[in-house]
């Protein structure tokens, strides 16, 4: 497929033809070989993730996955495109420069809910506000797996670990509600299970403009088998999507639908329009260039010596 463009040089024809990009394969995406355990909910994503960037016709060269620590931060070794594997719970400074530096790019940040709501919950809370130009995908399996089962930040009270042997006492986190009350400007919630389900709300949140987060379920097989078999149907559980009627705009609805017992509701919660980090800063580039636009580099340099004396 291509598309016809008109030329500017006057030694070429008034019309060329550019060559779309062809849609990337898996298997020009995949890198290493997934390691997590067998059955783990994060293949799920992973693989949805490529699905994401193959209908998307996003080049590797525009793709930046970011990540923490923790089994789903293993994402970027994963992918075949720019990435980094940054700091426990400081994924989403690293990637909020990224996306403020490089606002071409496509900005993913893979997480945990220990990654993203305990350690980074601060970083979480000012990405939201500040409403970066990324999307971030925590993969919640209210556990901490990596480090062999001990009390996350979601699990449910009762929950026996390491660090709650007589079961956890805590009020969970709940993603939703924070989100939203932190100022992201798309939240929405899915499950590993339902990989369809799971396509559309990250097709979804990359198109959105501005800070946008995905709560997926995922399972930890190893040390919470079955924690959300009850919004699996193939397992006896409901899979409840957000109503039809349901505003989006609406941040006292969201509150209400993120208020409803576990298996809750999956789909689009909270979507509005604001403006961006990127689009702010840009706004002030721009006018202090407009600023200096009669001077040369050398000359800017020096009056900044200048003022400095």
Known sequence: MSTATLSTDPQRPMVST?????????????????????????????????KLMERARIRHENIVTVSG????SRFPYFVQAHGAHFIHGRALPFASGVSLTRPELHVFVFSGD?????????????????????????????????????????????????????GALDQPLNPIKQAIAAGATFVARTTHTNPNHLL??????????????????SECVEFYEGAFDG??????????????????TDEVAAYQLADAPFPGYFGIFYQVKRPTRNQREQEIIQAAREKVKHLQDWQILQQTFDRMK
């Open 231 to 248: 919004a699996n149907p193939r397992k006896g559980g409901v899979f409840n999507t957000v109503p039809a009627n349901h505003d989006v």
């Open 114 to 166: 220990g990654d993203a709501f305990s350690i980074g919950g601060n970083h979480f809370i000012h990405a939201a506000r500040r409403n970066v130009n990324l999307t971030l995908v925590v993969m919640d399996n209210q556990v901490y797996g990596l480090t062999k089962k001990q009390t996350s930040p979601t699990s449910p009270p009762g929950f026996k670990s390491k660090t709650d042997p007589w």
């Open 18 to 50: 550019v060559e779309e990009p062809k849609p990337l394969t898996k298997k020009e995406l995949a890198a290493d070989h997934p390691t997590w355990c067998p059955g783990c909910g994060d293949f799920s994503v992973l693989a949805i993730y490529f």
């Open 200 to 217: 559309q709300m990250m097709e979804a949140a990359l198109h959105h403009e501005g800070f946008s987060f995905i709560e997926c379920l």
């Open 69 to 72: 620590i923790g089994c789903s």
